[in-house]
């Protein structure tokens, strides 16, 4: 046990873990995450917290992840690499710590220019995987990038993010392994529509026995809409989209609801692949339908233990 947080708890249990998101708002008003930290209770081990997504300007993950912790929740912060140098990555997550956050998610971070404010500086001090090494030699050895020792050490429960859809697709079971090997303890991975190309990205993970050395979170987004599909075929890099989805999206009578019937049958599918320990749940701007999710796919109730 690293940090004994409940997601952790959960996978090393062998149970199949379930993990939603939250994005915190843009502005200060803390209503909408105390809001949804209230409505998704006890239907998921752990909400990722999601650190200026796409580069937009948010209430911050850790001040996110206080408001939910009120509420009996358990979050999971990113942390990009983005906008801090090598004192503020190491800086937040001492800080974070001391707050009694266990479970960081490690990330480069998506450039400023898809963001709202484009004309800030991107910082890039480290990537995700020396962010990962960096954050991990913190917990095991107490140790600063400089070579400082702390008296002591945060707790945490490292993640990190893979894209088995990202070019070159040779090399996606490769960069995990990196991650393993720099301290990830969990893995949060792409939405997923593409089984097939998902399935062959788990062989080789398998065949490299990553399976058994990080545990596997897989990425599921429930659509609203024809239009939904689309724009994630064609406008979001590093995602891949079948065209019986669209199709399938398109000729619904009722959009949502075959969004979320395919999302079960994702998760259904996910089940049984070897290797994946449990799924992201990735609804976004749509979180009031994770409960029905859960309920339908089959994953309640959710495992409880002692804190």
Request: glycine share 8%; proline share 5%; aromatic share 6%.
């Amino acid at each position: 046990m690293k940090a004994g947080s409940n997601l952790e708890k959960v996978f090393e249990s062998g149970q199949f873990a379930v993990t939603a998101e939250i994005g915190p708002p843009q502005s200060a008003n803390p209503e909408p995450l105390t809001h949804h930290a209230k409505m998704l209770k006890g239907y998921a081990d752990a909400f990722n917290l999601t650190d200026n997504q796409t580069a937009v300007v948010r209430l911050s993950s850790i001040a996110s992840a206080v408001i939910i912790m009120r509420e009996g929740v358990e979050p999971v912060i990113q942390m990009t690499c983005r906008d801090r140098n090598r004192i503020a990555l190491q800086s937040d997550l001492l800080g974070a710590a001391a707050l009694g956050v266990k479970n960081v998610l490690c990330l480069t971070g998506d450039h400023q220019t898809f963001g709202n404010e484009k004309g800030a500086k991107n910082v890039f001090d480290f990537d995700s995987i020396v962010e990962l090494q960096v954050f991990d030699q913190l917990r095991t050895q107490g140790k600063q990038v400089g070579g400082e020792v702390l008296k002591d050490p945060p707790k945490t429960y490292l993640g990190c993010a893979e894209n088995p859809f990202a070019t070159p697709y040779e090399y996606r079971a490769s960069r995990l392994a990196k991650k393993v090997a720099a301290g990830a303890d969990f893995c949060q991975t792409q939405a997923i529509f593409d089984m097939d190309m998902f399935e062959k990205w788990m062989d080789e993970v398998r065949a490299r026995g990553l399976d058994k050395k990080i545990h596997i979170l897989a990425g599921v987004i429930p659509m609203k809409s024809a239009g939904a599909a689309r724009y994630m075929k064609n406008k979001v890099p590093g995602m891949i989209v079948p065209d019986h989805i669209v199709d399938r999206m398109k000729s619904a009578k009722d959009a949502k609801g075959e969004g979320i019937k395919l999302c079960v049958e994702q998760i259904e599918h996910l089940k049984t692949v070897k290797g994946v320990h449990g799924v992201h749940i990735m609804a976004v701007a749509w979180e009031d339908i994770v409960p029905r999710i859960v309920e339908m796919a089959g994953l309640l109730p959710r495992p409880k233990f002692e804190s």
